[in-house]
């Protein structure tokens, strides 16, 4: 196996090509963990908190953090996040397990694999078809999973969890990771691991965030401890051919306001012109350019200024902002933009999320159920899941809010 640096603390060398020198692009201070939530109790003790900087490889050109947090820390045995909750998610991992049936040639009693499956979603849909599958999650999400009927590890996902897989099951026809690839700290010993895992007509697909929406539509709010690397085409293309395999397709998807999709195989393949196509459309929006980089971090501060602006006028006018959603990425935006309790009286989330009751990490604002926001009817309403925000504007409308939207980015805009 190659030869990995420590990747827990701060990083003296790049993540894939292991060359040193990483350029900070967007420094976004110091910021508590994003999955980190707050009870009562807790909001009277120090908070810990970590850097968070947004910088790039000169060499292969991986956009990446230069600090990791402890794996077990930025995912907690509680960690909040379940993909069950959110109806747009559902819908891809849908149409993402017909796609890869149809396309790939899985057959009933096939293995599928998802690492980092969370409640087990992704994987009802190949179960409902007759595969056989497994999730590996190290969250308490396994639990809900395995209640579902969906055979779920609980357990941060390495060589050795691969095999005790085969062992059990054999090799897996599919391997999947949806917002998860882009997670793990130990990076080559995970692509070891699927390498193994896979049989030799097997598919690898993973889901990322698209460094290339990222960058088109300033999204610097899902730059978060989660996220460890930003991943556009072609260090993805060196990183699997290091370890023997090969990116055979590629497509940008809308999913988490715009996601990269890669799909890979053992050997040497060749890669399709829809993949081709997206490397020549890196290239022309400068993603291995820094100073095109250094324009998306001037943006982001200009989006924090408008923002900020914005909402004091508000206030200052005594009108009552509040948030809608309280995703991961809404705790960066919050944070580099000091939005506070101050600011916000609450976010609200749907009936059922492990986050009500709790106060956001860094930011100390309550998080509340949805029914509030019918009740009170609040002048402003802060989109934080502004990447689904056409979706959750026209839900909100029905379900009986009155007032007006905020969209924070790409360019903050009041939405009547």
Known sequence: MKKEMNLIGTLSACQICLRKNLETILPLGHQALTSSYLNKTELQNPELTYPLNFCRCPNCGLVQLDYIAEPSAAFPLNYSYRTGMTNMLIRNFRSLADLIIRDYNVKPGDLVIDIGSNDGTLLQGFKAKGMRVVGVEPTNMAEIANKNGIPTI???????????????????????????????????????????LLTEDGIFVSESQYLLETVKKSQFDCIYHDHLRFYSLKPLIKLFSSFGMSIIDAESIPAAGGSLRVYAQKGRKSMSQQAKKLLTQEKAAGLYDAKELKKFAQKAHAAKNELLKLLLECKKNGKKIVGIGSPARSNTLLSFCKIDKHLLNYTCEKKGSPKIGLFTPGTHIPVVDEAILFKEQPEYALMLSWHIGEELMALMRKLGYKGKFIMPLPKPRIIS
């Open 154 to 196: 609980q357990e941060f996902f390495s060589q050795k969890v691969a095999r005790r897989i085969i062992a059990k099951q054999k090799k897996a026809k599919v391997i999947a990771m949806t917002n998860t690839f882009a997670h793990v700290n130990k990076l080559f010993e995970l692509v070891e691991g699927i390498k193994d």
